[in-house]
């Protein structure tokens, strides 16, 4: 069965940063096309980065202050998030297969998220 499940979110004071994770089972990352999501207060879900298969990742989240990264062998992608502010608050979210810089579609088959809290 093919699943992500993000994790690594908690609560961090402006500027600091977080990793968060996002695992996966059932395929490897180089072969398919995964989206980090998130989705702020009230709002809908907007795209973070879209880590395409062929290496030509879409950033929508294009401040600079995030990055991704790939271990294999913990068949695991990661998203590193430096000087955070109170807009970066929200729940995170990958899913597999789906890019878009805004998210209006199902969301039943997505996981649960983690949620980043950044105060100031």
């Known amino acids: 069965e093919v699943q992500l499940q993000a994790s690594g979110g908690g609560s961090v004071r402006a500027g600091g940063s977080l990793r968060l994770s996002c695992a996966a089972s059932?395929?490897?990352?180089?072969?398919?096309?995964v989206g980090w999501f998130r989705q702020r207060p009230g709002k809908d879900r907007e795209g973070v980065v879209c880590?395409?298969?062929?290496?030509?990742n879409i950033w929508y989240e294009d401040s600079g202050r995030f990055t991704i990264a790939v271990d294999n062998a913990k068949k695991t992608l990661y998203l590193q998030m430096n000087d955070l502010n109170s807009e970066d608050t929200a729940v995170y979210y990958c899913?597999?297969?789906?890019?878009?810089?805004?998210?209006?579609?199902?969301?039943?088959?997505w996981g649960q998220g983690t949620q980043v809290t950044v105060s100031s």
């Open positions: 899913v597999l297969g789906i890019c878009a810089r805004q998210y209006f579609g199902p969301t039943d088959f």
């Open positions: 880590v395409r298969n062929s290496g030509d």
């Open positions: 059932g395929f490897t990352f180089g072969d398919r096309t």
